[in-house]
Antibody, heavy 117, light 112 residues
């Protein structure tokens, strides 16, 4: 059974940093593009970043470029999102997902990141 | 960037009735490969999104056949032939043809 479990969310002050993780199981993690998608409270879905199977290609939405970094450790079946210079508008549930047929197919349960003073 | 526009935003429906959700993109979603990467997701209350349809009309495993996707170019539709209580939630279209990928704003389906 495919499992994606996010962790590391929490409360952080504006301008602060946080690193969230996603542990994968039940599929060959190293064979899949991975993505982070976020959802602000009561709002819709927003694609954040993608990373290629070997980590050689990364793409970000403009609003997080230069502040967020996506990475992965295929040996540990793990995906990461390093978030720096956090803003109030980054408050959201962050989902990791694995791509299949060029779209997010398997999703985690999400981790809540709250940016507030 | 590609803007995805869904309509309606709110969809009250009677059980057993059919419904359609429209999704339009600001530019064609036909990829250089010839594929069209338009996907549909369902998000039930309190749950993570679940993919229903990919590449316009392909069902994901376990998706009931009352759901169907159609369309081409920049105009797409998700249809539910007979709405059931478990279909309540928000439906999103998403394009994965052009970077940055983008979602529609969502259509909230509720039972009258």
């Amino acid at each position: 059974e495919v499992q994606l479990v996010e962790s590391g969310g929490g409360l952080v002050q504006p301008g602060g940093s946080l690193r969230i993780s996603c542990a994968a199981a039940g599929f060959t993690f190293s064979s899949y593009w991975m993505t982070w998608v976020r959802q602000a409270p009561g709002k819709g879905l927003e694609w954040v970043a993608n990373i290629k199977q070997d980590g050689s290609d990364k793409v970000y939405v403009d609003s997080v470029k230069g502040r967020f970094t996506v990475s992965r450790d295929n040996a540990k079946n793990s995906l990461f999102l390093q978030m720096n210079s956090l803003r109030v508008e980054d408050t959201a549930v962050y989902y990791c997902a694995a791509y299949s047929s060029s779209a997010p197919s398997y999703w985690g349960q999400g981790t809540l990141v709250t940016v507030s003073s | 960037d590609v803007v995805m526009t869904q309509s309606p935003i709110s969809l009250p429906v009677t059980l057993g009735q059919p419904v359609s959700i429209s999704c339009r993109s600001s530019q064609s979603l036909v990829h250089s490969s010839g594929n069209t990467y338009l996907n549909w997701f369902q998000q039930r209350p309190g749950q993570s999104p679940r993919r229903l349809i990919y590449k316009v009309s392909y069902w994901d495993s376990g998706v009931p056949d009352r759901f169907s996707g159609s369309g081409s170019g920049s105009d797409f539709t998700l249809k539910i032939s007979r709405v059931e209580a478990e279909d309540v939630g928000v439906y999103y279209c998403m394009q994965s043809t052009h970077w940055p990928y983008s979602f529609g704003q969502g259509t909230k389906l509720e039972i009258k």
